[in-house]
């Protein structure tokens, strides 16, 4: 079975610019997340679904960052306008039910805003 | 006070020994879940295991297995015959609230410890 898929698996961008960042779940799953790894603050939780609906979006920074979730094999991340500070690599993740379901992640896209 | 803490920036090893990689977790919920993960170079993370506050039995899978102490509020990963290939980033992460409605889906996770496994 394919896993979470990513892309583009890495984006170098100037500031300013904007910045959309594609994940497609696994099949069957219906949580889908996004996280954000940097040095400074580690592994953030920015926002999940369930059932493509947004349930928790405390961790998205601020405003500059929105998600979508039109269907059950599609989500967005976008920035915009992108600045040198979201320099990330941004994970999704996908499980199949919450609780003790593991979360697969992605491969990641490793985001570089210049 | 951290969630998850894991004290371990770095550790080395020698290829076929034994590894204990610490992990403990602050959560006043009675039902969570205690997850690792590797990170190796590549960047990608990948599940190692799982280990539910309510089971009984440490989890183990193949050369992982969990060290569970619920009392001190550990999780240690405890890698077997270590192997080049296990060189890589390790993640302790906890799922507070499973069970309850809404609850169990944030996963929180540590700092990770560094592993060296040398010749």
């Known amino acids: 079975d394919a896993g979470v898929i990513q892309s583009p698996r890495h984006e170098v961008t100037e500031m300013g610019q904007e910045v959309t960042l594609r994940c497609k779940p696994i099949s069957g799953h219906d949580y889908l997340f996004w996280y954000r790894q940097t040095m400074m603050r580690g592994l953030e939780l920015l926002i999940y679904f369930n059932n493509n609906v947004p349930i928790d979006d405390s961790g998205m920074p601020e405003d500059r960052f929105s998600a979508k979730m039109p269907n059950a094999s599609f989500s967005t991340l976008k920035i915009q306008p992108s600045e040198p500070r979201d320099s990330a690599v941004y994970f999704c993740?996908?499980?199949?039910?919450?609780?003790?379901?593991?979360?697969?992640f992605g491969p990641g896209t490793r985001l570089l805003v210049l | 006070a951290q969630k998850i803490t894991q004290t371990q920036p770095g550790m080395f090893v020698q290829e076929k020994e034994a590894v204990t990689l610490d992990c403990t977790y602050d959560?006043?919920?009675?039902?969570?879940?205690l997850f690792w993960y590797k990170q190796p170079s590549s960047g990608e993370m990948i599940f190692l295991i799982y280990?539910?506050?309510?089971?009984?039995q440490n989890a183990t899978e193949g050369r992982y297995s969990l060290n569970f102490q619920k009392a001190r509020k550990s999780a240690n990963l405890v890698i077997s015959a270590s192997q080049l290939g296990d060189s890589a980033m390790y993640f302790c992460a906890m799922r507070e609230g499973i069970g309850l409605t809404g609850g169990g889906n944030k996963l929180t996770f540590g700092t990770g410890t560094q592993l060296k496994v040398e010749l």
């Open positions: 993740a996908s499980s199949r039910g919450q609780g003790a379901e593991t979360q697969y």
């Open positions: 280990q539910g506050s309510y089971d009984e």
């Open positions: 959560t006043s919920d009675q039902s969570y879940g």
